[in-house]
């Protein structure tokens, strides 16, 4: 005996759909939501692509850690025109770039003390001036 030889099982499946329907029709705000979902279903499963993209500029690489002295750190504060707007600081004789992140190590952060500088003492001390 197999299950497509039950007879409730089509009823089963037409109560449901029903039910769904009635559930759907039963105010216009699930009505909305419906058409919307819908919408935002198709517009994902359907993506094109309208709107051309602007190109992008590929990002600087970041500079490479190596060895600096004191003098050609202070040239990467990211004000400085030969930098190109980089921010590198040092801790513990490491260079790093911080370029990413610019709204702290750049003019008026948190961080700015640091900027072009070795931060090793203020990293210490906790004196960020």
Known sequence: MGLDTDPNLDETEAGIVMWFWREISSSWLNIVLTIAIIYLVYKILFKTDDE?????????????????????????????????????????????????????YGSGGPYCGFAGRDASRGLATFRFV
């Open 52 to 104: 051309p993209s602007a190109p992008v500029d590929p990002p600087t690489p970041p500079l490479k850690k190596q060895d600096m002295t004191l003098e050609q750190l202070k040239i990467y504060d990211g004000e400085s025109e030969e930098s190109g707007g980089r921010i590198c600081v040092a801790v513990n004789g490491k260079v790093f770039d911080v370029t990413k992140g610019k709204r702290f």
